[in-house]
């Protein structure tokens, strides 16, 4: 079967997103960490995070990340929403826009809860213009917003 693993180039900071990535995913581990000599930063590591590898690279200054990549993280309700958010930002990133912020290494995030889904693509579709439209006037993203404003409250 043909599988795809994301590819994150790093900057010479890779042994500290592994460090990083590992701990802020609850159910992740380093899968394969290979250094050029046992002083040396790793040169490649496979991460698995919530199930999904990635394979990471320290690349070097060349390649920096952009918001044209991202991995969106679906979460159970707004408590797990505000803990990814919170650490992504918290800890030297940024806020963006609807959903997405970037962690301290500069690469993005989509932060949803998959209750998002419900309203924005919801069968009332008065009610997912309106929740579009709050979606667009938001940072972190507020379940409960959301829902207000698909029910028109």
């Not at 795809?4 to 380093?30: G, H, N």
Request: glycine residues 8%; proline residues 4%.
């Amino acid at each position: 079967m043909t599988k795809l693993t994301p590819c994150l180039w790093f900057d010479d900071r890779i042994d500290e997103a592994i460090q990083f990535y590992t701990t802020t995913f609850k159910d992740s581990m380093v899968i394969e960490l290979v250094r050029n000599s046992p002083d040396s930063a790793a040169f490649t590591a496979v991460i698995e995070l919530a199930g999904q590898q990635i394979f990471l690279l320290n690349g070097g200054p060349r390649f920096p990340f952009t918001e044209a990549v991202s991995i969106m993280i679906e979460c159970d309700g707004q408590a797990e929403v505000d803990y990814y958010w919170n650490t992504f930002v918290d800890n030297g990133g940024e806020e963006s826009v609807c959903g997405w912020c970037k962690d301290k290494f500069g690469f993005s995030w989509q932060v949803v809860p998959k209750q998002f889904r419900d309203t924005v693509f919801g069968p009332d579709k008065a009610g997912a213009g309106r929740a579009m439209q709050a979606m667009m006037g938001m940072k972190k993203l507020i379940l409960a917003d959301l829902e207000k404003a698909y029910a028109g409250n």
